[in-house]
């Protein structure tokens, strides 16, 4: 069993975020899903995900149990792992919205991308810790980029790219607090700035035109924009106080898509207006105020890695989620942490909050 001196150091104030996060995602996932399922199913959606996120938790009691460094001494092995179940995808995996990132367990589908940026942070902390204020130089930062883009590149093939966007904020997250030179880091984004004309053509044509629409979604109101002008409209008509739960218009008559997935947040604006996404965002803000802080007071340099790269995550999340909902940024498909229904990324995500709460857990050298 935990000491109690190990269950006083944990970080209540995470886990009351947490729990209110989940909290308010099954109610908005009900709101949203219970007016399109049979009666009897009504509630399918949120039975499911309070049953992942109940078994998640008694997981993450299971990992207080042990000290996240022990993490360290696996990153070759999860990286070998990450690989084979990013190839696995391409072979066997199960196609959606245009898309293959599926593997079918029972009754059960499992995204492999959701769960591999979790496994890339763990992997590259423990890369990183090896090189801790040494990337000084290219020959020391061009094996780090090669590490990452090796599945960069196999989720952007499947094609996921917001997904793999994400590896890219997880990497400049940790190499700028893994002690990367400045000026490198000023030269890497100017030729990425310089690359991107080019890297325009590598785009399936769906994602072209999501950015086209995104300056213009009238350019396909029907299509491609219909996406964003519903959320928007959405998020508008909301105003202070909202319409109300289970009395929204857009998500409840069906004009809103993917209402309870990557478009939660519209549903949110739309039934508890202005000010209950702005708690919402509070709340997100707390929960990343958090992990900064847990980065800075880790007992190690892994511990610090670790909570850098979960902070970086959650924080691209949570910008792309809200930006794309409320039409400032490009519709990629990235789900709301801890809000949007799916197994795969309430897992990976309840497991990085697991991982945050043990690193500031043991953030002093405890004696059993």
């Keep these: 069993m935990l000491s109690r ?24 996932i009900g709101s949203a899903t219970h007016i399109n399922t049979p009666s009897e199913d009504r509630y399918w959606y949120v039975q499911r ?10 997981f993450i009691f299971v990992m207080l149990h042990f000290d996240y460094k022990s993490l360290s001494k696996f990153g070759n092995t999860l990286y070998g792992i990450n690989l084979v179940m990013l190839l696995a995808v391409m072979f066997v995996g199960q196609s959606a919205l245009g898309a293959q990132r599926w593997i079918q367990i029972g009754p059960i589908s499992l995204q492999p991308s959701e769960f591999s940026k979790l496994i890339m942070i763990i992997s590259l902390a423990s890369l990183l810790d090896k090189k801790m204020g040494k990337l000084n130089s290219f020959k020391e930062i061009i094996p780090v980029f090669l590490y990452v883009g ?6 952007l093939k499947q094609p996921d790219l917001g997904t793999s966007l994400v590896f890219l904020a997880i990497l400049f997250g940790m190499i700028f607090v893994a002690g990367i030179n400045s000026k490198h880091l000023l030269l890497i984004f100017s030729a990425a700035a310089a690359f991107m004309p080019i890297f325009w053509h590598f785009l399936k044509d769906y994602q072209k035109m999501r950015l ?35 009395a929204g218009t857009q998500s409840q008559l069906n004009f809103l898509p993917e209402n309870h997935t990557d478009f939660i947040f519209a549903v949110i604006g ?31 340099n892994f511990g610090t890695l670790l909570a850098t790269g979960i902070t970086s995550m959650l924080t691209f999340h949570v910008l792309v989620n809200v930006g794309m909902t409320a039409g400032i940024m490009p519709v990629t498909g990235i789900p709301l942490p801890l809000m949007s229904y799916g197994v795969s990324s309430l897992t990976t995500n309840m497991i990085s909050i697991g991982i945050l709460l043990n690193i500031y857990m043991r953030r002093q050298k405890i004696l059993f």
Excluded: W
């Design 150 to 155: 090796i599945p960069f590149l196999l989720v």
């Design 270 to 300: 739309e039934e508890l207006g202005f000010v209950g996404a702005v708690i919402i965002l509070l709340l997100y803000f707390f929960l990343l105020y958090r992990g900064i802080k847990i980065a800075g007071l880790a007992k190690d």
């Design 5 to 28: 001196r190990l269950l006083k150091n944990l970080d209540f104030s995470v886990i009351i975020v947490t729990s209110l996060i989940i909290l308010v995602s099954l109610i908005i």
């Design 212 to 246: 086209t629409v995104f300056i213009d979604p009238n350019v396909d109101p029907l299509g491609s924009g219909y996406h964003i002008i519903q959320s928007k409209i959405a998020i508008g008509s909301g105003m202070l106080f909202g319409k109300g739960l289970f």
């Design 49 to 58: 995900q309070g049953i992942f996120a109940l078994m998640n938790v008694i």
